[in-house]
């Protein structure tokens, strides 16, 4: 075992020492070290009932027949972040969380590791952190809340409060109203009940074989979570002693079957750049090319809120993850048969999985014959850029507007907040990308202002900050290169028409080459806007958002 290098050995007394007084008894130190990577918090909903699942996780190590050592990670809610200095440092959390985890595991020797997580960035950093270590770890997500109601109305985070200030402000409804829909809106803990980033990642990691069946659909509050908690414990163990680690499960193959999923169930756009550093965490080879190929052949066979009225709770009742993959495999497009950490083969759990077709449909008969996600082409975005194609109106996947360019989503949010925007306005918010941040923000407070007031269908929102999972409307974010890396989009002006074709996965400015040089020859070097702290280091050292925004 990895662990032997501190507990095996006469050189080794003084580590057997200090672990005696951590209380490992003698019998233990010939267990494996099985390291629980918790990121509980208080501070949010998703992660504020970790205690009890680490309780399960640490009762099914010891039954399993290893040592658990509980150790904590930094995690943060991009909706408590939103809309502030604070989103500045959700993305970065994430290589953060990854490389916490690293320097825990490999300064005290772990054999093997459980990852309980649930939250945006936090499940992507601790599967970099897994790639990175190449030990035996298994995901524990810690499940999403349940809907609220209010006035038999069914109520999500985003519907419930996002939309509802947009509302407000139109006078769509009243302050008495509002403050019901704030109460109402998150009725339990967990993460929030749409297809939004965590929701997303969880059914991702389930996907690719890293955590147990029906994990990411679980409620948090349900006891089958803490029946996989417990579950996942003990087969850490196993897999220590079988020594199965992450990259005997995700290869290039696993990931194109994430890519599947994730297209066919309108995940978050989040996701691509998520996928993309898994990948180069692992040192496999894939592109943002590989979403724009498989792009083209899947279709949408899951459509859940933000961009439908059903949630997470009627996805699990409808069968999970194990219900998708069983109608894409049915439906002979790709999907690989894979190795996962339960034991069974991806086909085995899918086989005899109970599927509801009123929700998840046939491949045959799709919610839409196009992926819920989308990767455009153009001189707006050379290099690329990310729509959430679910969350479009039909109508709208031909859109050609006029530009009104702010360089922080602040002056943007003033502007609808004052009534600026107006129908047939493309809203251009640059410098907000993983260095021009630095941090590349979510832009879910002015994408939920613009539905909330009736624009979510004449009014576009192109950035190259990111969008949440939560998002719905013409908004297409991830442009590369950034603005501040001297893309394109830093030379747009106003007034200059824009056209959106989501069919053939365009995205351009309609002004000549030779304009759009002529204006890059005015265009001020970028300076970054953080001189020290932990946003100085990031945004001189993170890579574009294709390329996973790595750093």
């Given at each position: ?48 009932g ?26 943060i ?12 440092y ?16 490999q ?56 939309e ?51 994990c ?31 990259l ?7 990931l ?35 979403f ?96 959430k ?5 039909e ?22 907040e ?61 442009v ?54 932990y ?17």
């Open positions: 075992m990895k662990s032997d290098n501190i507990k095996k050995g006469i050189a080794h007394t003084p580590h057997r020492a200090l672990l005696m007084a951590a209380g490992v008894s003698r019998k233990s130190l010939e267990s494996p070290f099985i390291g629980i990577a918790s990121s509980f918090t208080d501070l949010i909903p998703g992660h504020c970790m205690r009890d699942l680490e309780r399960q996780i640490e009762k099914g190590i010891h039954t399993g027949g290893g040592h658990a050592f509980i150790f904590g990670v930094p995690a809610c991009d909706g408590i972040a939103m809309g502030h200095n604070g989103m500045r959700s993305l970065p959390s994430r290589d953060l969380i990854a490389d916490c985890i690293e320097t825990v595991a300064g005290h020797q772990l054999d093997g590791l459980v990852l309980l997580t649930n939250c945006d960035k936090i499940t992507p950093g601790m599967l970099i952190a897994a790639m990175r270590l190449n030990i035996p770890s298994i995901i524990v997500t810690a499940g999403p809340m349940l809907e609220g109601e209010s006035r038999c109305e069914k109520l999500t985070m985003i519907k419930g409060s996002f509802a200030v947009g509302k407000f402000r139109s006078n769509q409804i009243d302050e008495q109203r509002l403050l019901e829909l704030e109460e109402e809106s998150c009725p339990t803990i967990g993460s929030c009940q749409g297809m939004y980033t965590a929701n997303t990642m969880a059914c991702l990691a389930e996907a690719m074989g890293m955590s147990l069946p029906l990411a659909t679980s409620s948090a509050v349900s006891s089958k979570k803490r029946r996989i908690a417990f579950e996942s414990g003990i087969q850490i163990v196993d897999l220590v002693k079988n020594d199965i680690k992450p005997d499960i995700i290869d290039k193959e696993t194109i079957n994430a890519i599947i999923c994730d297209l066919a169930l309108g995940g978050s756009t989040n996701s691509v750049m998520h996928l993309l550093a898994f990948a180069n965490a692992g040192g496999i080879d894939l592109k943002l090319n590989d724009d190929l498989w792009g083209k052949k899947v279709h949408q066979i899951l459509k859940l809120d933000p961009a439908a009225n059903p949630t997470m709770t009627e996805f699990h009742n409808a069968g999970g993850v194990p219900a998708l993959m069983k109608n894409l495999i049915d439906a002979n497009i790709g999907i690989k048969d894979k190795k996962t950490v339960c034991g069974y083969s991806t086909f085995e759990i899918s086989e005899n999985a109970f599927v509801n077709k009123d929700l998840i449909k046939t491949y045959e008969k799709p919610v839409n014959t196009k992926p819920g996600l989308g990767i455009l082409y153009g001189n707006i975005a050379p290099e690329g850029c990310v729509t194609i679910s969350g479009i109106d109508g709208c996947y031909e859109f050609e507007g006029v530009a009104k360019c702010f360089d922080c989503e602040e002056d943007a949010m003033s502007a609808l004052t009534d600026k925007i107006k129908d047939g306005d493309v809203i251009i918010i640059r410098y907000e990308g993983p260095k021009g941040g630095p941090g590349m923000r979510e832009m879910l407070a002015p994408t939920s202002l613009l539905v909330g007031k009736g624009l979510g269908k004449t009014v576009a929102l192109i950035t190259d900050g990111r969008f949440s999972g939560g998002t719905r409307g013409i908004c297409i974010g991830h590369c290169p950034e603005a501040a890396n001297g893309g394109n989009i830093a030379l747009i002006k106003n007034g200059d028409k824009i056209k959106i074709d989501i069919n053939k996965r365009s995205i351009d400015v309609l002004v000549s080459d030779d304009v759009l040089n002529e204006r890059r020859k005015l265009l001020k070097p970028f300076e970054l806007k953080c001189k020290s702290g946003l100085s280091k990031y945004a001189k050292t993170v890579q574009d958002a294709s390329h996973g925004a790595i750093v």
